[in-house]
């Protein structure tokens, strides 16, 4: 069982930054953020892995946002530059053995339990 912390969520203004940490209680070779807007399903956002470091974005943070990890201290970042209010979610952090797609659910096996990223226009 890996238990997750996220921290770093907050309010900021459009085109302002973030960074959001995730501590991991344990090793998982990939982890990675997901997001969940208000009536929306949840998204996969960014994506890494231990081993080889590569990461994964999706098309709607590429360029905005980059994921790292302190291997460690089992610790995943996500440094979110150049906000947009529709960046406006809940913020999960995921931990497991990762997939094919790294960017889908069924990649983790544990979440943490989230923290609120609100930009204003």
């Known amino acids: 069982q890996v238990q997750l912390v996220e921290s770093g969520g907050g309010s900021v203004q459009a085109g302002g930054s973030l960074r959001l940490s995730c501590a991991a209680s344990?090793?998982?070779?990939?982890m990675g953020w997901f997001r969940q807007a208000s009536g929306n399903e949840r998204e996969g956002v960014a994506a890494?892995?231990?081993?080889?470091?590569?990461?994964y974005y999706s098309d709607s943070v590429k360029g905005r946002f980059t994921i790292s990890r302190d291997n460690a201290k089992n610790t995943v970042y996500l440094q979110m530059n150049s906000l947009k209010p529709e960046d406006t979610a809940m913020y999960y952090c995921?931990?497991?053995?990762?997939?094919?797609?790294?960017?889908?659910?069924?990649?983790?096996?544990?979440w943490g339990q989230g923290t609120q990223v609100t930009v204003s226009s």
């Open positions: 890494i892995y231990s081993g080889s470091g590569n990461t």
């Open positions: 344990g090793y998982s070779s990939c």
């Open positions: 995921a931990a497991g053995r990762g997939s094919w797609n790294a960017l889908a659910s069924d990649a983790y096996n544990y």
